[in-house]
């Protein structure tokens, strides 16, 4: 019904935002990755949108992306996953890091984001797997070339660093450089 607008940016109020489109004003709830990306209030914006239609209210969903839109589509039709902790998991994860959590059906990293339980996080790697992440590979910038690079990227991520700061540390290393070499190199990096 509504797949685009284009408009000034209004207001910015977490997670939600008003778009001025000719004078009309449209309230559209964000994920935060989209959120922080968006333009100074008063400039011209385009947002992808999706229209939910409920029994008790309707609501506009935006995104800067197409694949963070698409994402969410796929997350609203798994049984348990509404709009709203679709949202929350767009927020919480990029769309590369998400399907880099598919590919590895590493559950760890969709129970950090607020909502999500362990039973929730496998029924998500169960229904997104072959859907998300497996043609992404390096284009998206998640998935380390090499088993070592992903060893080092695990033990940044253990040590405390954000997921970000640590993929990276190791797209800055060597490509063949070893797992207790890359880890003290990308250490010294992050302390920089």
């Known amino acids: 019904m509504l797949g685009r ?3 000034l940016l209004a207001e910015k109020s977490p997670p939600q935002v008003l778009i001025d489109v000719g ?25 992808l949108t999706h229209f939910v239609v409920r029994e008790d209210a309707q609501v506009l969903f935006g995104f800067l992306t197409a694949p963070e839109r698409e994402t969410f589509r796929m997350l609203i039709k798994i049984s348990g996953v509404g709009p709203r902790t679709a949202l929350s998991i767009l927020s919480g994860l990029t769309v590369g890091d998400l399907a ?29 797997k072959g859907k998300l992440g497996a043609d992404l590979g390096p284009a998206i910038g998640g998935k380390p070339a090499s088993d070592a690079q992903a060893d080092i990227l ?9 997921e970000r700061e640590a993929q990276a540390a190791v797209k800055a290393l060597p490509a ?8 003290k190199l990308a250490l010294k990096a992050l302390a920089r």
């Open 23 to 47: 004078g009309v004003g449209y309230e559209v709830d964000v994920p935060m990755s989209s959120f922080f990306n968006l333009p100074a209030l008063g400039e011209r914006v385009t947002l």
């Open 154 to 162: 695990q033990a940044l991520i253990a040590l405390g660093y954000s």
């Open 5 to 7: 607008l284009t408009g």
């Open 176 to 183: 063949e450089v070893g797992v207790s070499e890359g880890i």
């Open 100 to 128: 880099q959590a598919v590919t590895a059906q590493d559950a760890s990293r969709l129970v950090k984001v607020p909502g999500i339980g362990k039973k929730t996080a496998e029924r998500l790697l169960l229904e997104l």
